[in-house]
């Protein structure tokens, strides 16, 4: 089994196309679409570097949690390609809360930005639903506990649907929410000298991703050369030490791993970043102060040998080809590493 990962340019969000080839059929994943604009970008994307290299492929949608910037262009993704889709394969968090919890949700009318952000969060995961009911697609949850339904293609290390439906109860909460204030996490200052000389103090000041990002799936593919790559969307240091404690080993050995959420420093520790210990990091971001983070690039940089770190921000469009000798030649340069 080989495959090609290419990661979409899309600024601060996920659109990722996975083309991987087994017993010599063609499967086109597309992993997250990023935001509803970002769907044109994926679709064109597909049409330019894949359609014409394969024949009647078996194209399935997977989405990591149901943020605008992962779902969003999803959603309209399944509009463009309709009944040619086989599979869906994600969670819906309104399957594990009371009706009682869905209303008090909907109905409420107050001034916190995260409960009202669960408004926003059930009409997409809604919109989704609705549309794999129009085409007749086949839905499968996203969990790790279900490895043997993906038909050895690729693996989830998490959530389990354990952690999944803990961290659900908590961010489907209003007192919770009404409790810890997640919406202004975003307004941090950055001091750009500690960046370069003490960035991994930096990245172990706040590990608080929210429990929602937390719910993000860890993907895992392996390619013929028994190579691993890990696509980890917006997850955090609770959704990894959750992966590994169901058994699931993330200690080295990875060619490629996604950064989480970005290169958001709230997402990793300097632990896990040289836990996990690639060959190299990629990241989905805009290339603002804090996406990638200066501090968690640096800091992989002092504590990983030999560890590159490639952005969209800076490489635009970056693809990974695990097997060049059944995969078509499409031209691309070389990315330059951050």
Same mark, same amino acid.
């Given at each position: 089994?080989?495959?090609?990962?290419?990661? $979409?340019?899309?600024?601060?969000?996920?659109?990722?196309?996975?083309? !991987?080839?087994? &017993?010599?059929?063609?499967? @086109?994943?597309?992993?997250?679409?990023?935001?509803?604009?970002?769907?044109?970008?994926?679709?064109?994307?597909?049409?330019?570097?894949?359609?014409?290299?394969?024949?009647?492929?078996?194209?399935?949608?997977?989405?990591?949690?149901?943020?605008?910037?992962? !779902?969003?262009?999803?959603?309209?993704? @399944?509009?463009?390609?309709?009944?040619?889709?086989?599979?869906?394969?994600?969670? &819906?968090?309104?399957?594990? $809360?009371?009706?009682?919890?869905?209303?008090?949700?909907?109905?409420?009318?107050?001034?916190?930005? &995260?409960?009202?952000?669960?408004?926003?969060?059930?009409?997409?995961?809604?919109?989704?639903?609705?549309?794999?009911? +129009?085409?007749?697609?086949?839905?499968?949850?996203?969990?790790?506990?279900?490895?043997?339904?993906?038909?050895?293609?690729?693996?989830?290390?998490?959530?389990?649907? +354990?952690?999944?439906?803990?961290?659900?109860?908590?961010?489907?909460?209003?007192?919770?929410?009404?409790?810890?204030?997640?919406? +202004?996490?975003?307004?941090?200052?950055?001091?750009?000298?500690?960046?370069? !000389?003490?960035?991994?103090?930096?990245?172990?000041?706040?590990?608080?991703?929210?429990?929602?990002?937390?719910?993000?799936?860890?993907?895992?593919?392996?390619?013929?050369?028994?190579?691993?790559?890990? !696509? /980890?969307?917006?997850?955090?240091? &609770?959704?990894?030490?959750?992966?590994?404690?169901?058994?699931?080993?993330?200690?080295?050995?990875?060619?490629?791993?996604?950064?989480?959420?970005?290169?958001?420093?709230?997402?990793?520790?300097?632990?896990?970043?040289?836990?996990?210990?690639?060959?190299?990091?990629?990241?989905?971001?805009?290339?603002? /102060?804090?996406?990638?983070?200066?501090?968690?690039?640096?800091?992989?940089?002092?504590?990983?040998?030999?560890?590159?770190?490639?952005?969209?921000?800076?490489?635009? /469009?970056?693809?990974?080809?695990?097997?060049?000798?059944?995969?078509?030649?499409?031209?691309?340069?070389?990315?330059?590493?951050?």
């Amino acid at each position: 089994m080989d495959f090609i990962i290419d990661f $979409i340019s899309v600024k601060n969000a996920d659109a990722i196309i996975v083309w !991987l080839k087994k &017993d010599n059929i063609d499967y @086109v994943f597309f992993i997250d679409g990023g935001k509803a604009a970002n769907s044109k970008d994926v679709i064109d994307h597909y049409n330019l570097y894949i359609k014409e290299n394969v024949n009647n492929p078996t194209l399935i949608i997977i989405n990591s949690h149901p943020h605008s910037d992962h !779902l969003y262009g999803l959603i309209e993704i @399944v509009d463009y390609f309709g009944k040619d889709i086989s599979h869906a394969v994600y969670n &819906d968090p309104m399957k594990y $809360i009371s009706n009682e919890r869905k209303q008090e949700i909907l109905d409420y009318y107050g001034d916190d930005q &995260d409960v009202n952000y669960l408004h926003g969060v059930f009409n997409r995961v809604k919109l989704l639903n609705d549309q794999c009911q +129009k085409y007749n697609i086949n839905r499968l949850d996203a969990f790790s506990d279900l490895n043997d339904k993906y038909s050895g293609l690729f693996r989830i290390l998490g959530p389990s649907k +354990k952690f999944y439906k803990e961290k659900v109860d908590f961010f489907t909460s209003v007192e919770n929410l009404n409790k810890y204030d997640y919406s +202004k996490k975003g307004n941090s200052f950055v001091n750009e000298e500690d960046e370069n !000389l003490k960035p991994c103090v930096i990245v172990d000041q706040e590990n608080d991703a929210s429990p929602e990002n937390l719910t993000s799936t860890i993907i895992e593919f392996t390619d013929s050369s028994n190579k691993k790559y890990l !696509l /980890t969307a917006d997850c955090g240091i &609770d959704s990894f030490e959750s992966a590994e404690a169901n058994g699931f080993n993330l200690n080295g050995g990875f060619e490629l791993a996604q950064l989480p959420h970005h290169g958001s420093r709230r997402n990793v520790s300097a632990y896990w970043l040289h836990r996990i210990s690639p060959n190299y990091y990629v990241v989905s971001a805009e290339g603002t /102060t804090k996406h990638p983070r200066r501090a968690v690039i640096n800091c992989i940089k002092r504590n990983i040998n030999n560890c590159n770190v490639y952005s969209t921000h800076k490489s635009g /469009t970056l693809s990974i080809t695990t097997n060049r000798a059944i995969f078509p030649v499409r031209g691309w340069g070389n990315a330059e590493g951050l």
